[in-house]
């Protein structure tokens, strides 16, 4: 059993417990746990995602005390992830023309880590613009994106 059948195993069970009619199903290819849900969807996800984080750390906690090398994994909740992070990116490139069109940075609204990664690994080829962000301990950090070579 993998560190992904465990997750599943997890999630069922915990779900289970507190009353909610899921389907945990592992998406192989890209490893992520997708929790399919009826009515449920928005007390699992939360406001603007908080309640899925908190989900998908305390699954992966559970998993690493089970499994101690086991790589850490996101939980996707009716594809809500995915939308989300479509949605972040197009806001991003909507910046991005903006910047390009003006010439001046402009600051996204504070984003969480993966969101950070996403938007930078997005633009780090981009021949217009750059992005930066700053290195302080914040959980939510802006990012900013500039014209290349400011």
């Keep these: 059993m993998d560190h992904l059948d465990t997750a ?6 915990m779900l289970g ?9 592992v998406d192989r290819e890209t490893g992520v746990v997708n929790i399919a849900t009826t009515s449920d969807a928005k007390l699992l996800i ?9 989900i998908e750390y305390l699954a992966n906690r559970v998993v690493q005390d089970r499994l101690p090398d086991a790589p850490r994994f996101k939980i996707d909740i009716d594809s809500y992830r995915a939308a989300r992070d479509y949605r972040m990116i197009e806001e991003a490139e ?5 910047v390009i069109a003006g ?3 402009l ?3 504070p984003m969480n880590s993966y969101q950070r990664r996403l938007v930078h690994n997005h633009f780090k080829d981009h021949p217009d613009v750059s992005t930066w962000s ?3 301990s914040a959980r ?6 500039k014209p290349k070579g400011e």
């Design 8 to 13: 599943q195993e997890v999630l069922d069970s």
């Design 17 to 25: 417990y507190l009353g909610f009619a899921t389907s945990v199903e």
């Design 46 to 54: 939360g406001q603007r995602g908080e309640r899925l984080e908190e």
């Design 94 to 98: 909507a910046a991005a023309a903006r």
């Design 103 to 105: 010439g001046k940075a």
């Design 107 to 109: 600051k996204l609204s």
């Design 134 to 136: 700053p290195k302080d």
């Design 140 to 145: 939510l950090k802006r990012i900013t994106i």
